[in-house]
């Protein structure tokens, strides 16, 4: 049995679907809020409950030999991205888990004080690997999937909002080839108590992205390209009424500020590990689109 938390989340519901096509059991970890119907088609196991209450960890562990955590923070790194992982470490060794899977962030080791998110997933980090369990931490590169609510606003408007420095490189990754590789991490032993980063097999620089969906959709792209103290005068005014979302736009900030990307001894060494070709991000697109 599978735990996935996060299971409606972008990659969640991808790694439910995959165990599902496998017909192995799977617990989706889920809000009550949430829109699991889709997971309840493909037969995986619901466990509604709240990842900052421990009682409800405790009990959807009960009688797991994998877990994947795949849940983002929802604005909340303290509670998601930190404690509710510690809470599932534990409760993996007291069930006996044979593997735990853990999706942190590309750039989670480089220290970035203002981004709690990434604080978070470093030191969660750091819990596993002296835990005694068997691991695997991902870490991943900008999402294919992300992209795609801005590719739909393209398509309509023309137009890409690009904050920041439109050189800074990237390498996103598909959010498929992710859930493909967080799946088999639990029976390939190169991945066993590895830290992989992951992204897509090209190195972007940001600008290359309007200019993709400009091939795409066979449109010439608007690119509006505002400067990157425009976030900061936002952040200063949100913290003036709510102090965490100030801290969330930290983490958004520092997304923005840097460069997170794959080199090709990198990526090259993953699709050897995993025994595929990662797909391209106009690839992934253009499936997702129907263009």
Same mark, same amino acid.
């Given at each position: 049995?599978?735990?996935?938390?996060?299971?409606?989340?972008?990659?969640?519901?991808?790694?439910?679907?995959?165990?599902?096509?496998?017909?192995?059991? +799977?617990?989706?970890?889920?809000?009550?809020?949430?829109?699991?119907?889709?997971?309840?088609?493909?037969?995986?196991?619901?466990?509604?409950? !709240?990842?900052?209450?421990?009682? !409800?960890?405790?009990?959807?562990?009960?009688?797991?030999?994998?877990?994947?955590?795949?849940?983002?923070?929802?604005?909340?790194?303290?509670?998601?991205?930190?404690?509710?992982?510690?809470?599932?470490?534990?409760?993996?060794?007291? /069930?006996?888990?044979?593997?735990?899977?853990?999706?942190? +962030?590309?750039?989670?080791?480089?220290?970035?004080?203002?981004?709690?998110?990434?604080?978070?997933?470093?030191?969660?980090?750091?819990?596993?690997?002296?835990?005694?369990?068997?691991?695997?931490?991902?870490?991943?590169?900008?999402?294919?999937?992300? *992209?795609?609510?801005?590719?739909?606003?393209?398509?309509?408007?023309?137009?890409?909002?690009?904050?920041?420095?439109?050189?800074?490189?990237?390498?996103?990754?598909?959010?498929? !080839?992710?859930?493909?590789?967080?799946?088999?991490? +639990?029976?390939?032993?190169?991945?066993?108590?590895?830290?992989?980063?992951?992204?897509?097999?090209?190195? *972007?620089?940001?600008?290359?992205?309007?200019?993709? *969906?400009?091939?795409?959709?066979?449109?010439?792209?608007?690119?509006?390209?505002?400067?990157?103290?425009? /976030?900061?005068?936002?952040?200063?005014?949100?913290?003036?009424?709510?102090?965490?979302?100030?801290?969330?736009?930290?983490?958004?900030?520092?997304?923005?500020?840097?460069?997170?990307?794959?080199?090709?001894?990198?990526?090259?060494?993953?699709?050897?590990?995993?025994?595929?070709?990662?797909?391209?991000?106009?690839?992934?697109?253009?499936?997702?689109?129907?263009?």
């Amino acid at each position: 049995m599978f735990l996935v938390t996060g299971a409606t989340g972008g990659i969640g519901r991808r790694v439910v679907r995959l165990l599902r096509e496998q017909e192995t059991p +799977v617990r989706a970890f889920v809000r009550l809020t949430s829109d699991y119907g889709q997971l309840e088609h493909r037969k995986a196991e619901i466990f509604i409950g !709240d990842l900052r209450h421990e009682k !409800d960890i405790q009990k959807a562990c009960q009688g797991v030999q994998y877990i994947i955590s795949a849940h983002g923070s929802d604005g909340d790194a303290l509670a998601l991205d930190y404690r509710a992982n510690i809470e599932l470490i534990d409760h993996a060794k007291a /069930v006996g888990v044979q593997h735990f899977v853990f999706i942190s +962030v590309l750039g989670a080791e480089r220290g970035y004080e203002d981004a709690p998110t990434f604080k978070a997933k470093r030191a969660v980090e750091q819990y596993l690997q002296v835990s005694g369990l068997n691991y695997t931490i991902l870490r991943p590169a900008g999402l294919s999937s992300n *992209l795609l609510p801005l590719a739909e606003r393209f398509r309509e408007t023309r137009t890409y909002l690009l904050i920041g420095d439109h050189k800074n490189r990237t390498s996103i990754v598909s959010t498929d !080839d992710l859930a493909r590789i967080t799946v088999s991490s +639990v029976t390939t032993p190169a991945a066993q108590n590895q830290i992989l980063p992951v992204g897509g097999p090209e190195i *972007l620089q940001r600008q290359d992205i309007p200019r993709i *969906l400009g091939r795409i959709f066979n449109q010439e792209p608007i690119i509006i390209n505002p400067p990157l103290f425009l /976030v900061d005068g936002v952040r200063s005014a949100v913290g003036l009424l709510n102090s965490q979302a100030q801290k969330a736009l930290g983490t958004f900030r520092t997304l923005l500020a840097n460069e997170f990307f794959c080199t090709p001894d990198e990526i090259s060494h993953l699709e050897s590990i995993f025994n595929f070709k990662l797909e391209p991000l106009e690839s992934f697109l253009r499936r997702y689109l129907a263009v």
